[in-house]
């Protein structure tokens, strides 16, 4: 499977601070739990990756997500 093929997998996702000083991007979806620690510095690397994913991504448009900067028409 690569980046771009789409996938019918539903997953949780959560990211915190661990008590050793760690970033956890925790993981879980059927069947699976995926814990990945990285340094803070790993972490920014990481954050910045997903800013410019982001910001490539609106740059290619698509359909806009409901809530997601689209208003609905005051009545």
Same mark, same amino acid.
């Given at each position: 499977m690569?980046?771009?093929s789409q996938s019918d997998i539903?997953?949780?996702l959560q990211i915190g601070p661990t008590d050793?000083?760690?970033?956890?991007?925790?993981?879980?979806a059927e069947n699976i739990e995926l814990p990945l620690?990285?340094?803070? &510095? /790993?972490a920014e690397e990481i954050? &910045? /990756?997903l800013l410019a994913a982001a910001e490539a991504a609106?740059?290619?448009?698509?359909p806009a997500?409901?809530?997601k900067g689209?208003?609905?028409?005051?009545?």
């Open positions: 690569s980046i771009n539903a997953a949780n050793h000083g760690m970033v956890r991007i925790y993981v879980e620690d990285f340094d803070p &510095e /790993e954050a &910045e /990756e609106r740059s290619i448009g698509g997500k409901p809530g689209v208003k609905k028409p005051r009545r």
